[in-house]
């Protein structure tokens, strides 16, 4: 497989012979303000432009979204995204506002979908605390990851936009990923805490999968990110896991 981090948490992922776009958020650098209710919110989105040539992004057998918050799947996505490629979304809600957006080939993800012998298998997780949730849920809403899989790739498990749970660590039980991709930018929103995970849900994600490569994606795009590639890095030194954790710039890709 080869991930490659383009910028936020959209990934090109090259995995069984598929080429994948994931969680696509695709506009010039500042063309949004920043999320109301979130810390940093004066700062304009995406905070980074992309790095990556736009036709190897788009240069993809299906796209993945696994939830449609705007910086998962903006506005310039819908516009630049062939409509005719296949797209999976996590449940009908979503694919509806996609096909109303003028995709004609939306599907939904289960725990038993399957494309060109890729298996893809939806994952539950949580964008926030319980106590985050209950203040805010319609905000926050549901989000997936996906387990992917193929007789000739290591098992790779994409989290998403969620914290350390039980629902990350039965992941994690159930399918022992040998690859881990986390958004780990420990976005925050006033009031309620982080949404995705920080330093320490990084390390329990560790400490639950020794045996796993992490890969750091979310971070430094947005203006509620709060934590930096920098950190992470020093964090995971510091923590003992520097040889399991993979902290990548945009544009770099790893092939494994």
Not at 6 to 19: P, Q
Not at 20 to 28: I, N, Q, R, T
Not at 165 to 179: D, H, K, Q, R
Request: glycine residues 8%; contains cysteine.
């Amino acid at each position: 497989m080869r991930i490659k981090q383009v910028r936020n948490a959209t990934l090109r992922l090259d995995f069984g012979g598929v080429k994948f776009l994931v969680d696509p958020y695709l506009a010039k650098k500042d063309a949004y303000p920043g999320f109301d209710g979130t810390v940093n919110s004066h700062i304009r989105n995406p905070r980074l432009e992309l790095q990556t040539p736009m036709e190897e992004i788009l240069g993809v057998d299906a796209v993945i979204v696994t939830h449609t918050h705007p910086d998962h799947w903006d506005e310039a996505a819908v516009q630049l995204a062939p409509k005719h490629l296949p797209l999976f979304a996590q449940h009908e809600r979503d694919a509806d506002l996609i096909r109303s957006q003028g995709f004609s080939d939306v599907r939904i993800l289960t725990e038993e979908t399957t494309f060109r012998g890729v298996s893809l298998i939806k994952t539950r997780g949580q964008h926030g605390t319980d106590e985050a949730l209950a203040a805010a849920k319609e905000v926050l809403g549901e989000v997936c990851g996906v387990v992917f899989t193929h007789p000739d790739e290591r098992t790779l498990y994409l989290a998403g936009d969620t914290i350390w749970n039980g629902y990350v660590a039965s992941n994690l039980a159930s399918y022992e990923p040998e690859i881990v991709v986390l958004n780990a930018g420990d976005a925050q929103v006033q009031g309620l805490g982080s949404i995705i995970m920080g330093t320490e849900d990084v390390k329990k994600v560790h400490q639950a999968a020794p045996q796993a490569i992490l890969i750091a994606s979310h971070m430094e795009a947005v203006n509620h990110s709060v934590l930096s590639r920098t950190e992470l890095r020093s964090f995971a030194a510091e923590s003992g896991m520097g040889d399991r954790l993979l902290v990548p710039e945009d544009d770099q890709a790893y092939t494994f």
